[in-house]
């Protein structure tokens, strides 16, 4: 199987490479080599490569920095995954789409998690476009695989976890605040690719959720973290209505990956589980880059 692995460089890409290429071809080319928003690169890159599979892992995520550049985040998380759907269609290729937990509302009273076939209802530009991504994925490819998910860590880019460890270790804070309102699933981006990469080899269709299992608030993430890292920073709760931030955020951000497990696919595991096998592996070199900043 040969695989078109675009976003190799991110957060999420480079766990997919790392993952996928230890069975697979998998062809990743850069931003530079592949612009997502030409339709004329994409279906060039598509008779060059001749793919079974293309996975998409390039999008544009600063929530916030979203509100201010529509235009831009359109083309790129709207325009590029419509022109992959239809260039797959054309060359009868699986397509597969990352999408987000950012889509609903987050107005299910906890502890009622959303489903595969809820209604969207996003808050803010990252989700509406989003909503419109999927949307393009559906119409224009009939072979595809979109996967929502959230609260993403892992060991490159930027992220909550580098973010917790950085104000603990290299500003030296004695306080953070953190969100003790807002709920979600914290997951590893190595453990999502392995997802994918099982949805790929069993032929997955349609849309699924792929998220740690359980939930957590961002307190008690933050406080996982520190506890595992011996970190000794105080924490102090706030309220999500407290942070002031160009895009609004759902308070209810947990996914149930329904059809997963009613397919027998299911491999994510508990949040804190993975959590303390990830700051396992990488806290020590976290907690050095930290020193370094």
Not at 73 to 94: D, I, L, S, T, Y
């Amino acid at each position: 199987m040969k695989i078109l692995l675009l976003g190799s460089t991110g957060m999420l890409g480079s766990d997919c490479k790392l993952v996928l290429e230890t069975d697979y071809e998998v062809v990743a080319p850069s931003s530079k080599e592949v612009n997502i928003i030409r339709w004329d690169t994409v279906i060039e890159t598509l008779q060059s490569v001749s793919p079974d599979v293309v996975l998409n892992c390039a999008a544009f995520t600063d929530v916030d920095a979203c509100e201010a550049d529509e235009e831009y985040m359109r083309k790129v998380n709207v325009e590029g995954p419509r022109n992959f759907a239809q260039g797959c269609a054309r060359f009868h290729c699986k397509f597969v789409h990352i999408s987000s937990d950012y889509v609903f509302d987050g107005q299910k009273l906890m502890p009622q998690p959303y489903f595969e076939d809820d209604a969207p209802h996003p808050l803010s530009v990252y989700g509406r476009y989003k909503v419109e991504s999927e949307v393009a994925v559906r119409d224009n490819s009939p072979n595809y695989i979109i996967v929502r998910t959230g609260w993403l860590y892992g060991r490159n880019g930027k992220n909550f976890v580098k973010s917790v460890v950085f104000q603990a270790v290299s500003m030296k804070k004695k306080t953070i605040k953190m969100v003790s309102d807002q709920y979600g699933s914290p997951t590893w981006t190595y453990r999502l690719a392995l997802q994918l990469k099982k949805l790929i080899e069993n032929d997955g269709r349609g849309t699924y959720h792929a998220t740690a299992e359980g939930c957590c608030t961002p307190y008690e993430w933050t406080e996982a973290i520190l506890e595992k890292l011996e970190l000794k920073t105080k924490l102090e709760p706030c309220s999500l209505t407290d942070i002031q931030r160009p895009a609004k955020r759902p308070v209810n951000c947990v996914l149930e990956n329904r059809n997963l497990k009613e397919q027998g696919l299911n491999i994510m595991r508990p949040w804190k589980e993975d959590l303390d096998t990830f700051l396992e592996k990488y806290g020590p070199d976290l907690i050095s880059e930290a020193k370094n900043q």
